[in-house]
């Protein structure tokens, strides 16, 4: 099944204990993208990749990082997590970096730091 | 910046009523997206107009797009129960040099059984 897989669904951690949630998807997909989404805030992109090795920020960037270093992963890293960073956040795959095709999206991490 | 604008913010119907969610947007697009989000779980892709399509049709979905108005709207025919969920628009916009697909606030419609 074609899919976009995030792991963990849910995690609760402690401020300043570096974290990350993995991303990967089965489709060949060229562009991937972390969003969170916050109430009254909407989807709000923190980075994204148009492929390999090719990486940016988005809207949100600060306290974030991510790699692409395979095309099928993209794993979303908070080095020292605070709790503003308490949201539940979405991986998202597209065929192609134009976006010219929809987005799948993997269900989601809610986090929360205390 | 918010590029696209979903009006109404909530919508509540009866099951077998027809839904109509609206899109604004500012710039000039490639494409506008609708996607749907059950409470806390990820969005998903439902339609995708091109500029150069005016009506675009998938099962009970039906998507216009009015570029000289730069709108959207979806309508939903036949709602059900199950049709309950949020519904986004997205549209890319250039910002910084390079484009990116940015979401609406989403309209949250209610479908009463």
């Known amino acids: 099944e074609a899919q976009v897989t995030q792991n963990p669904r849910y995690l609760i951690t402690v401020t300043g204990k570096k974290l990350t949630v993995t991303c990967s998807q089965n489709m060949n997909h060229e562009y991937m993208s972390w969003y969170r989404q916050d109430p009254g805030l909407g989807l709000r992109q923190i980075y994204y990749s148009m492929n390999v090795e090719v990486t940016d920020k988005g809207d949100v960037p600060e306290g974030y990082k991510v790699s692409r270093k395979e095309k099928r992963n993209f794993p979303l890293i908070l080095e020292s997590p605070s709790p503003n960073q308490t949201s539940l956040y979405f991986c998202a795959s597209s065929l192609s970096w134009d976006r010219r095709y929809g987005y799948t999206f993997g269900s989601g991490t809610r986090l929360t730091v205390v | 910046s918010q590029q696209g604008e979903e009006d109404p913010q909530a919508l509540s119907i009866q099951e077998g009523e027809n839904a109509t969610m609206n899109c604004s947007y500012k710039t000039s697009i490639n494409n506008l997206q609708w996607y749907r989000q059950n409470s806390g779980r990820g969005l998903v892709h439902l339609i995708l107009i091109r500029s150069n399509e005016r009506e675009k049709h998938s099962g009970r979905l039906r998507v216009t797009l009015d570029t000289s108005k730069k709108s959207s709207s979806l309508l939903i025919t036949a709602s059900r129960a199950a049709d309950t969920a949020s519904y986004f628009c997205?549209?890319?916009?250039?910002?910084?040099?390079?484009?990116?697909?940015?979401f609406g606030k989403g309209t949250k419609l209610t479908v009463n059984p």
């Open positions: 997205a549209t890319v916009i250039t910002q910084g040099g390079s484009e990116k697909l940015v």
